[in-house]
């Protein structure tokens, strides 16, 4: 990966601000002149609108179509799409890259100009890059909870009792990602521990981060970029990144074979995979970076104190059904 950022920097020569960044001056030239992109992600819709609007700021020649569909929704449509030869996306965005693995053969080589930059744990192929990685924290209601937890432990108070909100383990990737790590770093028994406190169960972190400013529950883990816009718009919010760590998820993206503005979805990919990029999603989303080295971490993250955590990719794939099938029993949760 590293030989392969290097060319791309070889192929811009001492290039000016943009060409340094985002690649070599044809690249730029090429994507401008296709004009516009299709971009498929499972991510939020108004999340997704805020990073294609930035980018436009950089580049505002190309216009990005996005389709934006559950996990399993468009992972689907991708697989039929690609099946009757018509699959229209330039850019493939998932949160679930046990999902992804299995169509990777769909997705043509890539690799941005700062490959070498990035955590070789976010990647499950050469093919797919974390464009996105999101991370866990705990939020409470300032309005209800006057003795706030301050560990993942502590959701298990028998004080918090009917209080916390839980999104259940087969809601998606993310949510996969924290329930692992509540059983292989809080213990084996933490589940049963924090299901004894009676949550509410929620679908996504949509509703219960809604829930929460609503006063409907009064704490919870979420993912930070669930819960931080609503604390930025004045909600009694407060987060945090409890000591015992931070799992993340990162997504995995990458450009159909079939893609028809390749050129356009290389810049897209380098843009959102640059420094640039991936501090305006800290800074304003609320993700974290599977950079090696972020340029800024997100608000109250102390990278001293909170360790970053990624799940072994093969228990990933493996424990999944068993592991949720468990996690249903002990919370009480039919699909």
Known sequence: MAVIAALGFA??????????????????????????LVFYTANFAEVEQQVIKEFNKRFPEIKVEMVRAPGGQLITRVKTEAAAGKLIADVVDHSDR????????????????????????????????PRATLVW?????????????????????????????????????????????????????????????HPVLYPSGAPMSDALVRGEIAMGPLLYNAIYPKQKDGAPIKIFFA??????????????????????????????MSREGQTFMIKELGNLTSLREPPVYPEGFDPTVVKVWYPNFDQYVKLHEPWVDDWNKTYGYRQ
């Open 11 to 36: 192929l811009g020569g001492a290039p000016a601000r943009a060409e340094e960044n985002f690649g070599p001056p044809e690249l730029i030239a090429a994507a401008k002149a296709e004009g516009r």
């Open 137 to 197: 924290s705990i939020a409470y209601n300032t309005e209800l909870v006057k003795d706030p937890p301050k560990s993942w432990r502590d959701l298990t108070k028998a004080e918090y009792d009917k209080q916390t909100g839980q999104v259940f383990a087969a809601s998606g990737g993310t949510t996969w990602t924290r329930t692992m790590f509540e059983r292989q770093v809080l213990g084996e028994d933490y589940w049963a521990k924090q299901a004894a406190t």
């Open 98 to 129: 046990a999902l992804m693995l299995p169509l990777a053969d769909l997705f043509q080589d890539y690799a941005p100009p700062n490959a070498a930059d990035y955590n070789p744990d976010a990647q499950i192929s050469p093919k797919l890059w």
């Open 243 to 272: 000591p015992e760590g931070a799992p993340v998820n990162p997504y995995a993206t990458g450009i159909p074979k079939t893609a028809a503005h390749p050129n356009a979805a290389k810049l897209f990919l380098n843009w959102c």
